[in-house]
């Protein structure tokens, strides 16, 4: 494993981790399926911070790993070979999950107003309310897209493309909120930019992690966290490069530990199980009087915990098709 896939891994799992956390706290900010007892405007605030880069740093690592196997590695060759490889690895698992594993805890804990039957039409079938699934549908979509354009980001220049892109997500807004089109489009630039930093990956880095450029960073984070929800793409870029900073002073030995490897290699069935569990222990636990922090905290681990021991057991069956495997 060279040292650009070493580092792409442990982005993966810290953000994995984060993905997790961000949804318990969620339930903190008002906006979650279930009220908790107590507030808390400290688990609301990370929330809110977490949610302003942890998905298009997600996509941002896929961009740099598709990178990795395109031009270091020269896989994906062959069109639709991997078009149907990424519908099996992504599509297979947001159905099964969608419709054997979201719906039912949606209605059944009343989550939603709908019956199962509407549910898995609008939600899953339209990706109106798939929940954290839209990223499977979302990835799909713009592992199309790049398919279809890989000849032209690899011979175009970089960032002018990038730029192209960018412009492109401004007018995201006007398109339409079903199949999860507007997300697709949204999501793309912190794809390709991830492709970007795998390009131009040591001139990229050896700039990020300079001390007083990731201070910057860091201001330049805080300063966009104060901007209106629905402007937070600069935050997200901010937090895409504190990150590609960061990692390069983490001592990739780590990746050499047995935990981190069984960590890493859950990471997508983590993703997949892990927010219904968050729901159910919030529906039990939540309307008791525990510290906010005690509970969040709690939840976050068992949700994690249990995520990963039931993707064991799905890859232990016959069933791992549904995971992506």
């Known amino acids: 494993m060279n040292r650009a896939s070493a580092q792409y891994d442990i982005i993966k799992v810290v953000t994995t981790f984060l993905v997790v956390a961000a949804h318990a706290a969620r339930m903190y900010t008002g906006e979650g399926v279930v009220q908790p007892y107590n507030s808390s405007a400290f688990l609301s605030s990370l929330c809110n911070i977490i949610y302003d880069f942890h998905m298009p740093l997600y996509i941002c690592v896929s961009g740099m790993v598709y990178g990795l196997c395109v031009d270091d590695y020269k896989k994906y060759g062959n069109t639709l070979e991997f078009i149907k490889n990424k519908f099996l690895r992504l599509l297979i698992p947001y159905w099964f999950f969608g419709i054997i594993y979201v719906a039912p805890v949606m209605v059944l804990f009343r989550f939603t107003e709908s019956s199962y039957l509407e ?66 489009i949204y999501y793309l630039p912190f794809f390709y930019l991830g492709y970007i930093i795998n390009r131009n990956y040591e001139k990229i880095t050896g700039i990020l992690k300079r001390p007083i450029v990731m201070i910057l960073l860091a201001a330049a984070f805080v300063l966009s966290h104060l901007l209106p929800a629905g402007e937070k793409a600069a935050a997200s870029l901010c937090g895409i490069g504190i990150a590609a900073g960061a990692v390069q002073y983490v001592d990739l030995r780590i990746c050499s530990l047995n935990i981190f490897k069984k960590i890493n290699k859950n990471g997508f069935g983590i993703y997949l199980l892990h927010p219904m569990i968050i729901y159910v222990l919030f529906y039990y636990l939540g309307k008791y009087d525990i510290n906010p922090v005690l509970l969040c905290g709690g939840i976050i681990l068992v949700s994690y915990a249990v995520s990963y021991v039931l993707t064991n057991i799905i890859r232990k069956t016959r069933l791992k098709a549904v995971i992506g495997e």
């Open 119 to 184: 549910y898995c039409i609008s939600g899953i079938l339209l990706v109106r309310d798939s929940r954290h699934l839209w990223y499977l549908v979302v990835l799909f979509g713009i592992f199309c897209i790049c398919a279809l354009i890989k000849k032209q980001m690899q011979k175009w220049n970089s960032f002018i493309m990038f730029a192209v892109l960018l412009i492109i997500l401004a007018v995201t807004w006007k398109l339409p909120n079903v199949f999860q089109i507007k997300k697709i």
